[in-house]
């Protein structure tokens, strides 16, 4: 499928790209916990993202967090576009705050809405709306206190995690629950450390992927579709916290093609339209003990770090190389805008 064209690079000189970020130095040096900020960005990635705008013509400015966005608006500066990747800190909405406030401003922005971005950080709220658009996914049940666990009817084996955790965060060997003493035991734990709902879903058995998309609506399409063989000797197998730090020693990736590689694009591309994503992302997939593909989660603010990130690698394997995955980026959010605009 065509990717649609942007302006040329005489016409992108003029316009002003905002970038807006968390940066994981400024939580840590203020005392937050590692893996509450293991979301955040560090400089590495901003800069990268920065020389990727620059080279493709783009004028930018270095906005900062949604405290950065409202003193810069305060202030009376505007852009053109607003390039989000800010993870936010507080709260079930807190991917959806700085896209929210653009929006009050009249500012278009790169990525998926506020909406969207809401929706989409509630794992059990997700699965709900790719469920009922048929796309497969395990059974599941959200657990918002500890009585909600007398109402269980999913057979085990049990895979728990937080509801609107990223980055592996809450996730380890004890995670798959496989009796009852270890349900309560676990699910307890989370709700104690994280303060927020967990997902209580069916364990699927199978290999793990995760599929890079670029594009919006029709126009969306699958970069690549790559796997993710974890080494038993971490978290005894599972893609938790621990594993993704410590990735080049644990965690093998190797790109699908064929039928499978299909079958994962269709329930990736599934899930993105029926969540209505934006502009690039990942969708992260799990085969049962059948080998049927199954959805697990998406992510619509995906990790853009250059060497570390999931969607980099994948569409680094896969011949596209950093800037390249940027200026698709670009070429999506811009399509739509000039559309929406018309």
């Not at 497969?136 to 895979?159: A, Q, S």
């Not at 603010?301 to 596209?320: E, F, H, K, Q, W």
Request: hydrophobic letters at 40%.
């Amino acid at each position: 499928m065509p990717i649609p064209t942007v302006p040329k690079r005489a016409q992108r000189i003029d316009m002003l790209v905002g970038i807006t970020y968390d940066l994981k130095d400024d939580y840590l040096q203020q005392g937050f916990a590692l893996e509450k900020v293991a979301e955040f960005d560090n400089l590495q990635t901003i800069d990268a993202i920065d020389d990727s705008l620059r080279s493709l013509g783009f004028e930018t400015v270095r906005i900062g967090n949604i405290k950065h966005l409202v003193q810069f608006l305060a202030e009376g500066k505007r852009c053109d576009l607003v390039f989000n990747i800010a993870e936010g800190l507080y709260g079930l909405g807190r991917e959806a705050q700085i896209p929210a406030l653009l929006d009050a401003y009249s500012i278009p922005h790169v990525f998926s809405d506020a909406l969207v971005l809401a929706l989409a950080l509630h794992k059990g709220m997700t699965k709900a709306v790719v469920q009922k658009s048929g796309v497969p996914t395990p059974e599941y049940l959200v657990i918002e206190k500890e009585k909600d666990l007398e109402r269980m009817h999913l057979p085990f084996p049990l895979f728990l995690k937080p509801v609107g955790g990223g980055t592996g965060m809450g996730i380890s060997a004890s995670s798959i629950v496989r009796d009852n003493t270890s349900l309560q035991r676990e699910a307890i734990r989370l709700l104690r450390d994280f303060g927020q709902p967990v997902l209580a879903e069916t364990y699927l058995e199978g290999r793990e992927f995760t599929v890079g998309i670029t594009g919006t609506g029709e126009q969306a399409c699958c970069v690549a579709v790559m796997e993710i063989v974890v080494d038993p000797q971490s978290d005894e197998g599972v893609y938790s916290y621990k594993t993704k730090q410590e990735y080049l020693h644990y965690a093998r990736y190797n790109l699908i093609e064929g039928d499978l590689a299909r079958e994962c694009e269709n329930v990736a591309l599934g899930a993105w339209r029926a969540l209505g994503c934006r502009d690039g992302g990942r969708i992260d997939l799990k085969a049962d003990g059948q080998g049927r593909v199954n959805f697990l989660e998406v992510n619509p603010l995906a990790g853009l770090n250059p060497v570390d990130s999931d969607l980099p690698i994948l569409c680094r394997l896969s011949g596209v190389d950093y800037r390249q995955l940027i200026e698709r980026i670009m070429e999506s959010a811009m399509a739509r805008i000039l559309k929406e605009s018309a």
